[in-house]
T-cell receptor
Framework: QKEVEQDPGPLSVPEGAIVSLNCTYS??????FMWYRQYSRKGPELLMY????GNKEDGRFTAQVDKSSKYISLFIRDSQPSDSATYLC??????????????FGKGTHLIIQP | DAEITQSPRHKITETGRQVTLACHQT?????MFWYRQDLGHGLRLIHY???????NKGEVSDGYSVSRSNTEDLPLTLESAASSQTSVYFC???????????FGEGSWLTVV
């Protein structure tokens, strides 16, 4: 069983829709959870950073962590064509990347149709 | 602005040659990482460093080495390039205080 599971997509939705992206994980030691956005032929850039369980909101983006279910989500409201990218979940047992860096999901390719 | 830069951005090399990918960051971060990204595998950790003279193996370290002689640089060396090492390589850094991990723009390596 992989440590982090993420549906690769592609996920295609119309502009303005609410997008839900998800990851499941198996390692209960993970405490730091991140979502990265990666445009084609670019490096990943951090979108959201959450410690332990709970919700965090930043503009149109909301990150949720449910440690009891080992499940994390990223919601994008009022989706825009510029949100089209690959979204990677990442997690760590320690801050700053910790002893083994980050463990990444494989990424979900999101397409927002104008 | 502080940044992390990788060079070269694109390289084609032959099997068996030694290749070095450079990574330079101006954030004065202690932690630096090298990942490779492949279709179907996502990002995988190759090596990481917590500071000068410190290096550690990651998940896929075979065939790779790193050295950390100063805070700013963590070069990645492929001792004898193999076709299986054709990939996109990303360098990253963090300050270790729970803050953002920054990625470079990537180095595309093709081994023929």
């Amino acid at each position: 069983q992989k440590e982090v599971e993420q549906d690769p997509g592609p996920l295609s939705v119309p502009e303005g829709a609410i997008v839900s992206l998800n990851c499941t994980y198996s390692n209960s030691a993970f405490q730091y959870f991140m979502w990265y956005r990666q445009y084609s032929r670019k490096g990943p850039e951090l979108l959201m950073y959450t410690y332990s369980s709970g919700n965090k909101e930043d503009g149109r983006f909301t990150a949720q962590v449910d440690k009891s279910s080992k499940y994390i989500s990223l919601f994008i409201r009022d989706s825009q064509p510029s949100d089209s990218a690959t979204y990677l979940c990442a997690m760590s047992g320690a801050s700053g990347g910790g002893a083994d860096g980050l463990t990444f999901g494989k990424g979900t390719h999101l397409i927002i149709q104008p | 602005d502080a940044e992390i830069t990788q060079s070269p951005r694109h390289k084609i090399t032959e099997t068996g040659r030694q290749v070095t990918l450079a990574c330079h960051q101006t954030w004065n971060h202690n932690n630096m990482f090298w990942y490779r990204q492949d279709l179907g595998h996502g990002l995988r950790l190759i090596h990481y460093s917590y500071g000068v003279q410190d290096t550690n193996k990651g998940e896929v370290s075979d065939g790779y080495s790193v050295s950390r002689s100063n805070t700013e640089d963590l070069p990645l060396t492929l001792e004898s390039a193999a076709s299986s090492q054709t990939s996109v390589y990303f360098c990253a850094s963090s300050d270790g205080a729970g803050n953002t991990i920054y990625f470079g723009e990537g180095s595309w390596l093709t081994v023929v």
